[in-house]
Nanobody, 115 residues
Framework: QVQPVESGGGLVQAGGSLRLSCTFP????????VAWYRQAPGNEREYVAR???????DYSDSVKGRFSISREYAKNSVHLQMNGLIPEDTGVYYC?????????WGQGTQVTVSS
């Protein structure tokens, strides 16, 4: 099944930064609706950020001003730059891309922010 692949997660101290990447197989164009979600232990998956084919961005209130989503055409990837991380940002981060009439989900990458 065609799906994106997330990378870049890890352990970081509060106030630090991480850059997550979502790389698509060549069968999926990077010019699609792409979204990041996250899921903390015991919680439901929640929306984080979105990038439209036209380049518009949207963020949840909890990450606005700290996270930035961008597209890198050369690597067929979408990145999520996360600055000013707080412990509440801990969770598994998932990338989702809209392709061929459906949202395709990656396996996720773990982000842990220590206090």
């Amino acid at each position: 099944q065609v799906q994106p692949v997330e990378s870049g997660g890890g352990l970081v101290q509060a106030g630090g930064s991480l850059r997550l990447s979502c790389t698509f197989p060549t069968r999926i164009s990077v010019v699609n609706h792409v979204a990041w979600y996250r899921q903390a232990p015991g919680n439901e998956r929640e929306y984080v950020a979105r990038l439209t084919p036209g380049g518009s961005t949207d963020y949840s209130d909890s990450v606005k001003g700290r996270f930035s989503i961008s597209r890198e055409y050369a690597k067929n990837s979408v990145h999520l730059q996360m600055n000013g991380l707080i412990p509440e940002d801990t969770g598994v981060y998932y990338c989702s891309v809209y392709n061929a009439g459906a949202w395709r989900w990656g396996q996720g990458t773990q982000v842990t922010v220590s206090s």
